[in-house]
DNA sequence: ATTTGTTATGTTACGCGTAACATGGATCGC
DNA sequence: GCGATCCATGTTACGCGTAACATAACAAAT
């Protein structure tokens, strides 16, 4: 029998508030540690004093804190993920993977946006420790020194997945950016076509554009060709963008007979122009992408693209970080995930 | 000068550990309430103080816990959103307002994948109460009654923002599906279209998708049209589904003469089939859309649709939200935030 | 000089749980 | 029959902060 000397709450705004475990322990007449083991640890427990528990809970309405468990036990059961832009569709195959596992182990996650600066993504990174996220995904490889210290010193475990980088912050879960646009732009040589055009999405400040570049780059110079600044471009996302980039291309450089577009709905954009100029895809000139949005599938002509594996890279990420967490596995991994040339029409 | 009979930690993994707030209290020689006060309320020491503090936090590293503060105050600075499906990219827009509104607030987003099914999100709804989030943005305007019910005991503000619903949870920021699908299929009448079909979404467990077709068939009758079954169909989300729903009405029902499309790039599909057949749009058929989404502006012919508020909605979910949780606002809203009809050339 | 504030800081008591250890009784071995 | 074990439950001491109240020091008011 407790002596239960009740301590009266803190300040708490209202009149009535939410149930405590101590109201659930006092109206079984338990002990609140009884309570916790009902619910938490079930084979702790009789099986009588369990039901009873659980009656308790559902009469009062009883819903645990998930706040005060963190804090005193050290353990959180959020996963923190920051990505560039929410708005860009690719990431939503990846979420849509980090939440299916998380879902089903318990845990939860919290998404910041942070734009494409290495700030902002450290300012998101703050925030996380702050809540004392278990687990860190980044889609970012590279990162600021506070943030990186920040990290460390934290000790969360950290995957990244936007490219496969050589020195990762921790593990990693990608593909190669630099492998894919190298494996594109020598499939378009392989196909024939000579004076293949790089359509770059910006790359201040986006190590996975950079790297597109740099496979392009080391494409041609495998096959022996000399890379023409007329031929590369950099352009926003969109797909405005793609279709300006297709008529300059074809405008200024008339001897160009294939776009390689390393980003987002460009490709799309500009099979869209060629179709209402009426230039013939790849008649008069082949395009690809980079991407395996759904859309691509369905334009007129259907576009060559590479297939990454977004939900995959999501699904991997997130139970390498359970892994990691749960301990079940200590050393950092480097996994590859690989991608597909997926050849269709339009090249 | 504090007696500081410290106490020993708990169990805590291994060797290092973060550093607390009591670390930088014994650093800077102060007590932690100071601290406290430096790092939150800085107006409450003084200037020097203020600084010993801050150069001692940065000294150590000591990155403030949200949860013990949470916990503490009773004050969580995280929002709840529940979304039925995140792969969906129209969320990304509404997303992205939320998340921009609450960033600058020092909020975070939480987001939890519910699917379509209304039990799974009463367990999101769960897992959200259990994290003590300071308020829920909801899609659905339907739930099961134990979801209603937590939400009421927990007393958390909620914002729906899927359909301007007559009969709020709480408050809601939207536009009325019912209306801009009435709106939509008047438009098309107005043009001179006689047998206008209808591509619904799959209703079950959808009050959005329900709500359009309660419009589009309100439209019918104020015209003293008499709705045919075979002008109505319903398919699920998707370009394949679009394509297929086209020709299906073009061959079974060849007096169609418009077709509108109530969901998601349904009407992509469409256009780009037609263009395959070389169907000519609106010649042989005109198609109008229900969305705002980017792409609908770039196929050929560009699509009629409906633009609906999206980033506005988020960002005026959130702002509600924050008000309410702050106390700046106390009363229920019903905020519509309408629609525009987007006349293009598709029909 | 005494009262009354004001400002800066400290002290105490929680918020709501869990880890670690303690306890009382039933069970087991020989 | 008696210590060793096990099981179910209780007790205590935190996790890491903040609210509310207390106090010291010094300024302004009477």
Redesign the interface.
Known sequence: MAKSSEPKR????GG?T?SRMRDVARKAGVSVMTVSRALNDPDKVSKEMRLRVRAVVDEI?Y??????R??SS?R?N?IGLIVPS????LF??T??GI??VL?VNGY??????SGPGLYEEEEAI??F????VAGLVLHNTSHTAAAV??IA???IPVIENGNLTSRPLDSVVSYSNYEASRAMTLHLARMGYKQIAFVSLVRRENDRARERLRGYLAALDELGRKPDDALVLERPS???AG?EAVVHLVETVPQVDAIFFAGDVLA??AV?EC??RGWAVPGRIALASFDDL??L????PPLTTIRLPRYEIGRRSAECLLDRISGRATERISLDLKFEIIQRESA
Do not use: C, Y
């Open positions: 803190k300040k708490r705004n009535t939410t309405g819903v645990p804190n998930r706040l005060a963190s804090l050290n959180s959020v929410i708005r860009n569709s939503a195959e979420i849509k939440s299916d879902s939860h996650l919290m998404i910041a946006d703050t925030a420790v702050q809540q004392r210290d920040m010193k934290a000790k969109g797909f405005s279709a799309v954009g869209l179709q209402r759904d859309m599938r369905h334009v007129n």
